[in-house]
């Protein structure tokens, strides 16, 4: 027993010994105490190869780049993980593999300093709930939406009562409220309407010289700094109309200056849950890959596309469909589909851009009949022999809104419909899946921000497969889509202490 345990003790002390190589740079140890410089993002790496654990943490709770001191003698112990990160604000829980570290709340008040808005937000006339209503706080980065049934959950600072909650939908007449000291439920109605053209000449609306004055603007109308965004993100998946799989995250996303088109996008997973019928998913696994990190560079602008080239062949031509209003300014709805549909891949959609900066306000398009035909070696990554699978439907939504005299990325949808036929088993499957990203708060930032390389979340990873033990608390602080009736109960299933 002696030997063994000498045994696991003298390997412990290789890896902490080959570890430190990594920090020597950057390290200083105090010869009297033993203790050594080290950063959150080192300490973590550390830990984790150590004890085999995750950690999932609140940016806002500890910088990954803060230093402290500590004494790799005590690295080995797992009682002490706790004591190298909780604080007076900052607290730490172990649950399974997981360590997870987050905000601290007062006993005797569950979200301190947080306001909580709630409601539903319904069509005036036929009070039904409107879906995708971009709501936030006037002039501050934080910011939500409704889900399907128009029903919304927003957690805003105390130090904000006051101020101007907005509401705003495409078709509808922006409105909105002074956000109240004390947590309260409300019913928004919003009025449609028939946009009014003040001074402007439809006929004098060049849908060309549109887009390609938002090409030109795009510098001036979106940041020339890194900013970090924080989102939520959600992937369902339905198999013949029942909800199969859930996954639900919070993540970070670096977001490059639009300037430095060469720049991607980097990002991190904080905190996850999911739900599953899995023996409803009887057909054949079907899986999503890489979607928080696909979704966060799925970025009009900075990718350019749909827009003209003036060095290339023009590939989409554009029409002038007319006028809407979003966030209570006049926009342009400029339509485009592509010139030639004989190879390749193209779509077909609609763009929103502000009348005055000519900043893309959002835009809605969806992949041609011809090109879905074209599509299967794009959209599908693997596949058994058995199956037939055939991509038919798949539609994607951009939004931006107004911040500081700039446009910020606001929400990414992507909806995806495949159909699936068993040779073996002679039967068929319809799979539709829907991935969403909205950005609930977001911070211009000077210079380049880095997320420890081992926290990345790749292209190959599957959010399912990131999501361990399930944290109610984690989420208390955090902004998210409130599910549907159908969601709640698949997440229930799996999490039924929420």
Not at 141 to 162: C, E, Q, R, W, Y
Not at 171 to 196: A, F, L, V
Not at 204 to 223: C, F, G, H, Q, T
């Amino acid at each position: 027993m002696q030997g063994r345990a000498y045994r696991k003790l003298f390997i412990l002390q290789c890896l902490l010994w080959i570890l430190s190589s990594f920090y020597e740079p950057c390290t200083a140890q105090d010869p009297a105490t033993g203790r050594i410089q080290i950063s959150y993002s080192q300490l973590i790496d550390t830990l984790k190869v150590i004890h085999g654990l995750d950690f999932a943490y609140d940016a806002l709770a500890i910088n990954a780049d803060s230093v402290i001191l500590a004494d790799p003698a005590d690295f080995s112990d797992k009682g002490r993980i706790i004591s190298f990160f909780e604080n007076d604000t900052v607290e730490v829980n172990i649950i399974g593999s997981q360590v997870i570290i987050g905000r601290k709340a007062q006993k005797d008040d569950p979200l301190p300093g947080i306001i909580t808005v709630s409601g539903t937000v319904v069509d005036a006339a036929s009070l039904m709930g409107i879906p995708g209503v971009n709501i936030f706080v006037e002039g501050h980065a934080l910011g939500t939406s409704t889900n399907l049934d128009g029903h919304f959950v927003f957690k805003i600072p105390a130090t904000m009562a006051g101020q101007h909650l907005l509401f705003s939908a495409l078709g509808y007449q922006g409105t909105g409220i002074s956000i109240p000291e004390t947590d309260t439920i409300i019913e928004i109605g919003m009025k449609s309407h028939s946009i009014w053209l003040p001074e402007v000449r439809i006929t004098s609306v060049d849908p060309l010289r549109v887009v390609r004055e938002v090409e030109r603007r795009s510098k001036a109308n979106y940041s020339s700094d890194h900013m970090l965004l924080t989102g939520f993100f959600r992937e369902t998946i339905k198999q013949n109309g029942h909800y199969v799989d859930v996954s639900e995250a919070v993540i970070e996303i670096v977001k490059p200056p639009y300037n430095r088109i060469s720049e991607l996008e980097r990002v991190r997973f904080v905190k996850g849950r999911k739900g599953s019928e899995t023996s409803a998913m009887d057909l054949v696994r079907f899986r999503l890959v890489g979607g928080p990190y696909y979704f966060s560079q799925l970025d009009i602008i900075r990718n350019g596309d749909f827009l003209p080239k003036a060095e290339l062949a023009q590939e989409y031509k554009y029409s002038y469909n007319g006028m809407d209003e979003e966030f209570g300014k006049p926009v342009y709805r400029i339509g485009f589909k592509p010139e030639s549909d004989k190879e390749g891949i193209y779509y077909e959609g609609e763009m929103r851009i502000d009348t005055v900066s000519l900043g893309m306000v959002s835009i809605d398009f969806k992949m041609t009949e011809p090109s879905l035909k074209r599509s299967r070696s794009m959209l599908i990554k693997s596949d058994a022999k058995r199956f037939k699978t055939k991509p038919y439907y798949a539609r994607y939504l951009v939004q931006y809104r107004p911040w500081n005299g700039i446009w910020v990325l606001s929400k990414v949808k992507g909806e995806l419909s495949v159909r699936i036929y068993d040779r073996s088993e002679k039967e068929k499957s319809v799979f539709e899946t829907v991935s969403e990203l909205l950005i609930t708060d977001f911070e211009q930032t000077i210079g380049r921000i880095r997320f420890p390389a081992s926290e990345y979340f790749r292209p190959a990873y599957s959010l399912s497969d990131q999501i361990g033990e399930f944290d109610p608390d984690f989420w208390k602080f955090y902004n998210v889509i409130s599910p549907d009736e159908a969601l709640e109960s698949v997440l229930k299933q799996r999490n039924p202490t929420e």
